[in-house]
């Protein structure tokens, strides 16, 4: 079974960016699907992204698009989100869950196994 951990998160502030990553351990994410989610205090967890098995295919919640980029390393085994232009909004802890399908899903409940998460602060 694999075993996903995010990194990267930290504070910063607002209109600066991060780098989250997500490494996975035990197998091999090659046919998984990998997403990225947010939850904010006292908040639903959200849709961020979503990127298909080789990378070939990426989704986006709304809110992110032109702002966030998911991308992903098979041969490290390791997920990716760039998060540029940061607001307060996107203040929340994000994990990377690992989907063992061909289809993406953008709800929590499509996903299998999901990391412990990293908070990331953006502050003005």
């Known amino acids: 079974q694999v075993q996903l951990k995010e990194s990267g998160g930290g504070s910063v502030q607002a209109g600066g960016s991060l780098k989250l990553s997500c490494s996975a351990s035990?197998?091999?994410?090659?046919?998984?699907?990998m997403g990225w989610f947010r939850q904010a205090p006292g908040k639903e967890r959200k849709f961020v992204a979503a990127?298909?098995?080789?990378?070939?295919?990426?989704y986006y919640a709304d809110s992110v698009k032109g702002r966030f980029t998911i991308s992903r390393d098979n041969a490290k085994n390791g997920v990716y989100m760039q998060m540029n232009h940061l607001t307060l909004e996107y203040t929340a802890v994000y994990s990377c869950?690992?989907?063992?399908?061909?289809?993406?899903?953008?709800?929590?409940?499509?996903?299998?196994?999901w990391g412990p998460g990293t908070q990331v602060t953006v502050s003005t």
């Open positions: 869950p690992g989907r063992r399908a061909t289809r993406v899903a953008t709800t929590p409940t499509g996903y299998d196994t």
């Open positions: 035990g197998v091999g994410i090659s046919t998984t699907v």
């Open positions: 990127i298909s098995w080789t990378g070939g295919k990426t």
